[in-house]
């Protein structure tokens, strides 16, 4: 039987039942059990999986409903993955308006979520390109939500963890490009006041931005790592050629293969891959959005026991000094994760009610699950982040406490106005009960 | 460019493999049952490339329909050159055994229904000295089970005709196919423990579209089957007679 693990595979869930839906009529199963839609399986923590209770496997909504050249509208089930949008659109001259780094989420995880990618500082989240979509309710038969209509529950359903309802299908506006190409720019950078500097002055000309961070980096060289910055490249006479065949991490660790040398290791030489300050290419578009998608399973890398993502964000007032705390705390507990994310997100905020971009700088790192030290470590850390009035990315998450998640997400009492009666999930149990 | 007629065209396999044939651009004809689910794969097709497709709401059963439904086929796309079968349903053995109805109902929808349909295509087919057939049958055709010998009977028929049609037509220059898919996780087995030997629709699909390319005769999807099945052939009637299977 196919697993219905999270990404991080921490902590372990077992669902009492599956369901798979084909179709956007099938009724839910009658059964007395809570309900969670589950897509792709690529939120990293508890928000896909519902212990105890059932799920419903979205990805037998695998169609496109419609597509229109001219304006580039597209309609689809929630159960496609970016990717085959990607393949379908990029040969037409149209893109995803906001892409996560990995094209293997469904367009339901991705409203659910409300994810973000590299260009948020200009187009904002997925969700904010949502035009349209069909939600199917256990109290309401099926509900069609945009600003317009049954608003309240569309902003709810934007980065509503899948808690109000199944989604059936979604009109996305996507964006026009020239091609398939990235024209992109490295830069190496030596310390944190320089990724803010970088950040600050290209923000206005590069539509992605994203640093590296090599987060055991101490001292002077606290937060060094390299800068990558891009736009959709203009009409060029020779194309970059599509990476070739994806390849697999073939088995489960026994052990995890992420500790302290091995990251010291990867992350001195990573910092120095490239000769040069910067470096400016021409690369296709999957090897600058979606570098991990080229290992399938690389959460495979970290054993069996999985590991914990860490995603969070601070307010643009204190960035710089929360930033640098919590790298303290992370390069002296000496874990971490060979990608190390960082990002000054823009000022655009998003209609969901539980979204987590705002205005500030965002770090995303993972650990190798260590037990109790693990989970220690990410305390001290939201304790930094609670204090500066930021929040963590629930999609991400697996261990933060009710009490912050409450903080973290002020309007998560209206929110629970508008989840469906049969719908919970581990997540919202989590952190909505202790 | 071909010209396709599909029927059972929301059938979790026929899905799969029209997607290919709309990456194609292969103009399609779907026949199913349920409006709502016909139109959402025809969007679908239409869609991911397909140059045209048209649709048909009708029940496979409905044999006096067969004949005005390929000629819709043929004047609708221009001409037809390939027909995929691939409608049916698992049958309720427990409930064919108590009920004669129940398993008249099943020959109907998984064996008439199908020869009636191939009837009306080989003659076209023959007059028209081409055209390639693939119909669905079943590994579970290749010896009777206590499990599921209702099933099988209906599609050892299915399996045992075409090998009569592939016979008759190869002189007109007619392709006929047999696809015996092993165990695939599609809506119709969904109630069923899946182990390794299970695969997707996608899976086969990527077979049919070989079997077609290479104008196979009978293809076990996936091929380890073939073997499988050769086994069980194999096992003496007095000795299988008294397996669990």
């Given at each position: 039987?196919?697993?219905?693990?999270?990404w991080?595979?921490?902590?372990?869930?077992?669902p009492?039942?599956?369901?798979?839906?084909?179709?956007?009529?099938?009724?839910?199963?009658?059964?007395?059990h809570f309900?969670?839609?589950?897509?792709n399986?690529?939120?990293?923590?508890?928000?896909?999986?519902?212990?105890?209770g059932?799920?419903?496997?979205?990805?037998?909504l695998?169609?496109f409903?419609?597509?229109?050249?001219?304006t580039?509208?597209?309609?689809?089930?929630?159960?496609?993955l970016?990717?085959?949008?990607?393949?379908?659109?990029?040969?037409?001259?149209?893109?995803?308006?906001?892409?996560?780094?990995?094209?293997?989420?469904t367009?339901?995880?991705?409203?659910?979520?409300?994810?973000?990618?590299?260009?948020?500082?200009?187009t904002?989240?997925?969700?904010q390109?949502?035009?349209?979509?069909?939600l199917?309710?256990?109290?309401?038969g099926?509900?069609?939500?945009?600003?317009?209509?049954?608003?309240?529950l569309?902003?709810a359903?934007?980065?509503?963890?899948?808690l109000?309802g199944?989604?059936?299908?979604?009109?996305i506006?996507?964006?026009?490009i020239?091609?398939?190409?990235?024209d992109?720019e490295?830069?190496?950078?030596?310390n944190?006041?320089?990724?803010f500097?970088?950040?600050?002055?290209?923000?206005?000309d590069?539509?992605?931005?994203?640093?590296?961070?090599?987060c055991l980096?101490?001292?002077?060289?606290?937060?060094?790592?390299?800068?990558?910055?891009?736009?959709h490249a203009?009409?060029q006479?020779?194309?970059?050629?599509?990476?070739?065949k994806?390849?697999?991490?073939?088995v489960d660790?026994?052990f995890?293969l992420?500790?302290?040398?091995s990251?010291?290791?990867?992350?001195?030489?990573?910092?120095?891959?490239?000769f040069?300050?910067m470096r400016?290419?021409?690369?296709h578009?999957?090897?600058?959005?979606?570098?991990?998608?080229g290992?399938?399973?690389?959460?495979r890398?970290?054993?069996?026991?999985?590991?914990?993502q860490?995603?969070c964000v601070?307010?643009?007032?204190?960035?710089?000094?929360?930033i640098r705390?919590?790298l303290?705390?992370?390069?002296?507990?000496?874990?971490?994760s060979?990608?190390?994310?960082l990002?000054?997100?823009g000022?655009?905020?998003?209609?969901?009610l539980?979204?987590?971009p705002?205005?500030g700088?965002t770090?995303?790192?993972?650990?190798?699950?260590?037990?109790?030290?693990?989970?220690?470590?990410?305390?001290?850390?939201?304790t930094?982040?609670?204090?500066a009035?930021g929040?963590?990315y629930?999609?991400?998450d697996?261990r933060?406490?009710g009490?912050?998640?409450?903080?973290?997400?002020?309007?998560?009492?209206?929110?629970?106005?508008?989840?469906?009666?049969?719908?919970s999930?581990?997540?919202?149990?989590?952190?909505?009960?202790? | 460019?071909?010209?396709?007629l599909?029927v059972g065209?929301?059938?979790?396999?026929?899905?799969?493999t029209a997607?290919?044939?709309?990456?194609?651009?292969?103009?399609?004809?779907?026949?199913?049952?349920?409006?709502?689910?016909?139109a959402?794969?025809?969007?679908?097709?239409e869609?991911?490339?397909a140059?045209?497709?048209e649709?048909?709401?009708l029940?496979a059963?409905?044999?006096t329909?067969h004949?005005e439904l390929?000629?819709?086929?043929?004047?609708?796309?221009?001409?037809l050159?390939t027909?995929?079968v691939?409608?049916?349903?698992l049958?309720?053995?427990?409930a064919?055994e108590?009920?004669?109805?129940?398993?008249l109902?099943?020959l109907?929808?998984?064996?008439?229904?199908?020869i009636s349909?191939l009837?009306?295509?080989?003659n076209?087919?023959?007059?028209?000295?081409h055209?390639?057939?693939v119909?669905?049958s079943?590994?579970?055709?290749?010896?009777g089970?206590?499990?599921?010998?209702?099933?099988?009977?209906?599609?050892?028929?299915?399996s045992?005709f075409?090998?009569?049609?592939?016979?008759?037509?190869?002189?007109?220059?007619?392709?006929?196919?047999?696809?015996?898919?092993?165990?695939?996780d599609?809506?119709m087995?969904?109630s069923?423990?899946?182990?390794?030997?299970?695969?997707?629709?996608?899976?086969?699909?990527e077979?049919?579209?070989?079997a077609?390319?290479?104008?196979?005769?009978?293809?076990?999807?996936?091929w380890?089957?073939?073997?499988?099945?050769?086994?069980?052939?194999?096992?003496?009637e007095n000795?299988?007679?008294k397996m669990k299977?």
């Amino acid at each position: 039987m196919k697993g219905y693990a999270s990404w991080g595979r921490y902590p372990k869930a077992i669902p009492a039942m599956v369901y798979g839906p084909h179709w956007a009529d099938e009724l839910f199963p009658k059964d007395a059990h809570f309900l969670l839609p589950y897509g792709n399986g690529r939120s990293y923590g508890d928000s896909c999986l519902n212990d105890s209770g059932a799920l419903l496997d979205m990805r037998g909504l695998d169609r496109f409903l419609s597509f229109d050249h001219s304006t580039g509208i597209l309609r689809c089930e929630a159960g496609v993955l970016l990717a085959d949008i990607l393949a379908l659109v990029v040969p037409m001259g149209w893109f995803l308006p906001v892409t996560p780094g990995t094209r293997f989420v469904t367009v339901g995880g991705a409203i659910a979520n409300d994810v973000h990618g590299k260009n948020h500082h200009r187009t904002g989240t997925f969700g904010q390109h949502v035009q349209r979509l069909a939600l199917r309710r256990s109290d309401q038969g099926v509900v069609l939500c945009s600003v317009t209509e049954n608003a309240d529950l569309f902003h709810a359903t934007i980065a509503g963890l899948g808690l109000t309802g199944a989604i059936l299908w979604a009109e996305i506006q996507l964006r026009p490009i020239a091609n398939a190409a990235m024209d992109t720019e490295t830069i190496r950078f030596s310390n944190l006041d320089a990724f803010f500097d970088l950040s600050g002055e290209s923000d206005r000309d590069y539509e992605y931005t994203v640093a590296w961070i090599d987060c055991l980096a101490q001292g002077k060289f606290l937060g060094r790592g390299l800068f990558m910055r891009g736009n959709h490249a203009t009409p060029q006479e020779k194309l970059p050629a599509p990476p070739g065949k994806t390849r697999g991490f073939p088995v489960d660790m026994p052990f995890p293969l992420v500790n302290v040398w091995s990251l010291r290791a990867f992350n001195s030489l990573y910092y120095r891959k490239q000769f040069a300050k910067m470096r400016r290419t021409i690369t296709h578009y999957e090897p600058f959005f979606y570098p991990l998608d080229g290992v399938l399973h690389w959460n495979r890398l970290y054993g069996r026991r999985g590991f914990l993502q860490y995603q969070c964000v601070v307010p643009p007032e204190s960035a710089k000094e929360s930033i640098r705390a919590l790298l303290e705390i992370i390069a002296t507990a000496r874990s971490g994760s060979f990608l190390a994310v960082l990002k000054v997100f823009g000022n655009r905020f998003s209609p969901g009610l539980l979204s987590f971009p705002r205005p500030g700088a965002t770090l995303a790192l993972d650990f190798p699950n260590q037990g109790q030290h693990t989970l220690d470590l990410l305390d001290q850390l939201d304790t930094i982040v609670a204090s500066a009035g930021g929040a963590v990315y629930p999609a991400k998450d697996a261990r933060m406490s009710g009490e912050h998640f409450r903080q973290y997400f002020p309007r998560w009492e209206e929110f629970q106005r508008y989840i469906d009666p049969r719908f919970s999930s581990s997540f919202w149990r989590r952190v909505t009960r202790t | 460019m071909r010209h396709i007629l599909i029927v059972g065209a929301t059938s979790a396999i026929a899905e799969a493999t029209a997607r290919r044939f709309a990456q194609e651009g292969d103009r399609l004809y779907l026949v199913a049952r349920n409006p709502e689910r016909l139109a959402a794969v025809a969007s679908d097709l239409e869609t991911r490339g397909a140059t045209q497709v048209e649709t048909m709401v009708l029940d496979a059963n409905d044999t006096t329909k067969h004949s005005e439904l390929i000629t819709q086929a043929e004047t609708t796309m221009g001409g037809l050159d390939t027909i995929l079968v691939a409608h049916g349903t698992l049958s309720d053995q427990k409930a064919c055994e108590s009920s004669f109805d129940e398993t008249l109902k099943e020959l109907q929808t998984n064996c008439l229904s199908l020869i009636s349909l191939l009837t009306h295509v080989a003659n076209r087919f023959e007059e028209q000295k081409h055209g390639t057939i693939v119909v669905i049958s079943s590994v579970a055709g290749d010896r009777g089970r206590q499990s599921n010998y209702v099933y099988g009977t209906a599609k050892a028929a299915v399996s045992t005709f075409l090998q009569g049609l592939r016979n008759r037509l190869y002189r007109s220059g007619v392709t006929v196919i047999t696809i015996k898919p092993g165990f695939v996780d599609t809506p119709m087995t969904a109630s069923f423990r899946k182990g390794k030997l299970w695969v997707s629709p996608e899976k086969i699909s990527e077979g049919i579209s070989r079997a077609i390319q290479r104008k196979s005769d009978v293809v076990y999807l996936p091929w380890f089957w073939k073997f499988i099945m050769v086994v069980i052939r194999l096992i003496p009637e007095n000795f299988f007679k008294k397996m669990k299977l």
